[in-house]
């Protein structure tokens, strides 16, 4: 498919005037002699113009026009040629299926970030800052909007959105070939060098800016992986992915130390929001006090964190709120985690994640009776059961689903709370589940294992399930 992409878009600026070719749901190829491509909001206002090579991808057909994504926030309606002949059915003459192996130039060129915390937005209208980058950071330029560049700088369109024209300078025009062909030594027509990450044997969370900051979630990386360094900047490298590590990971003797907090919530309880750092901006996983995370990046209000146990396995990344985490010292950070062992055999895929349901893609499994910590709690979960983020004694990090009675609590957090109306305790969670006793509003009781939906309580000699939204949490 992308050879014939390759040969299509070569095809184009030979024998056709500069239009787009395309087909919804198909790659956009941008193509012409040209960069006035224009590209419009749904209402008709110009919104920029797309350079000569620019590629995405289409949805919704409407009159003749094809709406183009940029970002997660912002897309723009291209105008496409219906009376052309379908390019991806009409035959390439075999004249010209060498074509695109000429040196052919294209409107795309590769630019250089020249000012410190240079802004990266996700629109144009500068609504929404995603990261920051550092001078020597290189990106390949797509479009103008305004007086923004339209840029991408990684691998894929994960990495794209709009910078400041002032805060770049145009280094080098780029090829056809340069733009399709990626190979293991030269990028975007630049020469890369493959290289080796030491970490010290642990897992490494890698950043998506060299400025200390960007939304997109971290990357993981293990000791001994290769990695493609495309740019040296000031301690740090721009990785071909559009990542950003420090240098000293590569040096086999460096420091390889990262930086590490504890989660400190308000009350012993209550636990930690952690974002998804997207644009929707979800909240996917909730932290127990005294958990200990990676922080490889962070502004004065945001942190970007990767959360795994020290043995590795279950791996999760997003950003929280900096003033709920507590850095060096954190003697004094109340542990609000759960003491817990599996009353029954568990099964798990690749991921670590668990559950007591034996299906044939399963790969391995937890005996009855292995104890496990409890450090946070999954907010989603499709069937409505608690997806508990547990740490085994070995440092594995898994992700257990309790559907009734599959974690018993050993040792809680030792805090007791009262209900806040009239309540039923059952023997699982479940308005089905058998019921223990009633307890009247303001019964003290201990909490054991603190759930989303349901939580494991204490009254006196007998442990139950309480629906979480009848007690009354500090």
Not at 198 to 207: F, Q
Not at 259 to 288: C, E, I
Request: with cysteine; glycine share 10%.
């Amino acid at each position: 498919m992308k050879k014939r992409l390759m040969i299509l878009a070569v095809l184009t600026v030979l024998l056709l005037p500069p239009v787009l070719s395309a087909r919804a749901g198909l790659e956009l190829t941008v193509s012409g002699s040209g960069k006035d491509i224009y590209a419009y909001t749904k209402s008709g206002k110009q919104a920029g113009i797309l350079y000569n090579s620019y590629s995405s991808y289409l949805s919704e057909d409407t009159n003749g026009m094809h709406r183009c994504i940029l970002t997660s926030e912002y897309s723009v309606w291209v105008e496409v040629p219906v009376s052309k002949p379908d390019p991806y059915v009409t035959p390439i003459p075999a004249s010209l299926r060498s074509e695109y192996e000429k040196t052919i130039p294209c409107d795309i060129f590769i630019a250089e970030v020249i000012r410190q915390d240079a802004p990266f937005y996700t629109s144009p209208d500068h609504s929404h800052l995603s990261a920051k980058h550092t001078p020597g950071t290189l990106v390949q330029v797509c479009g103008e909007f305004g007086n923004d560049y339209f840029v991408i700088y990684g691998r894929d369109l994960d990495h794209c959105g709009f910078m400041p024209i002032s805060a770049l300078r145009r280094v080098r025009d780029m090829t056809f070939p340069q733009y399709y062909y990626i190979n293991s030594s030269e990028y975007w027509g630049l020469e890369v060098h493959e290289m080796t990450v030491y970490t010290g044997g642990a897992v490494l969370a890698v950043g998506a800016s060299a400025t200390g900051y960007s939304e997109m979630p971290p990357l993981c990386i293990e000791d001994g992986q290769k990695v493609t360094v495309m740019a040296e900047l000031d301690g740090w490298v721009q990785l071909d992915d559009g990542y950003f590590m420090e240098r000293r990971f590569l040096d086999p003797d460096g420091d390889h130390s990262v930086t590490y907090a504890t989660v400190k919530t308000s009350g012993v309880l209550n636990r930690l929001r952690v974002h998804s750092g997207t644009f929707n901006d979800q909240v996917f996983l909730k932290l127990s006090s005294g958990t200990q995370v990676q922080v490889p990046a962070h502004t004065d209000e945001w942190a970007s964190v990767f959360i795994t146990g020290p043995g590795g396995g279950t791996s999760e990344s997003g950003k929280v709120k900096m003033e709920f985490l507590a850095f060096g010292d954190a003697s004094k950070v109340k542990n609000g985690s759960t003491r817990v062992r599996c009353t029954r055999e568990l099964y798990g895929n690749s991921k670590y994640d668990v559950s007591p349901e034996k299906l044939w893609w399963k790969e391995f499994s937890l005996p009855a009776g292995t104890e496990m910590t409890v450090i946070g709690i999954c907010t989603e979960s499709d069937d409505g059961w608690e997806r508990y983020f547990c740490l085994l004694d070995d440092g594995t990090a898994v992700t257990v689903e309790d559907c009734g009675g599959v974690l018993e609590p050993l040792e809680g957090p030792g805090v007791k709370v009262k209900t806040t109306s009239r309540v039923k305790m059952r023997m699982g969670p479940g308005k089905e589940a058998e019921e223990i006793l009633t307890l009247n509003q303001g019964t003290g009781v201990e909490v054991l294992l603190r759930g989303e939906n349901w939580t494991i309580v204490k009254y006196r000699d007998q442990v139950g399930y309480v629906m979480s939204k009848y007690l009354q949490f500090p």
